[in-house]
């Protein structure tokens, strides 16, 4: 399963810009996906995460009530809006399939990710 993340580029701070993930086979539309981050010199970390259904969501607390995780019903693409950005939003951004139905948190709930795509936040 290949996974493909688009919608990054180059956006000033107070701005938006929406990811879209899209996978390569429909049978992860029966699983949980989710959205890390990799910000310059660092870890890469949880951001946003939605169930099989689409009616339960996980957000990190640093992006709650800014970015918004959303999927097609019944499919496997998933997004992330993003609006009010930061310049500490700046990362490459990897969508992920999840081993189960579950939105998890970890990257260890994960078996499946894009290859990332670049967002960068101007102050």
């Known amino acids: 399963v290949q996974l493909q993340a688009s919608g990054g580029g180059l956006v000033q701070a107070g701005g938006s810009l929406r990811l879209s993930c899209a996978a390569s086979?429909?049978?992860?539309?029966?699983?949980?996906m989710g959205w890390f981050r990799q910000p310059p010199g660092r870890e890469r970390e949880f951001v946003a995460s939605i169930n099989w259904s689409g009616a339960s969501t996980v957000y990190a607390e640093s992006v709650k009530g800014r970015f918004t995780v959303s999927r097609d019903k019944g499919s496997a693409t998933a997004y992330l809006q993003m609006n009010s950005l930061k310049p500490e939003d700046t990362a490459v951004y990897y969508c992920a399939g999840a081993r189960t139905s579950y939105s998890g948190t970890s990257q260890s709930d994960y078996n499946y990710w894009g290859q990332g795509t670049l967002v960068t936040v101007s102050s």
């Open positions: 086979k429909r049978t992860l539309s029966n699983n949980a």
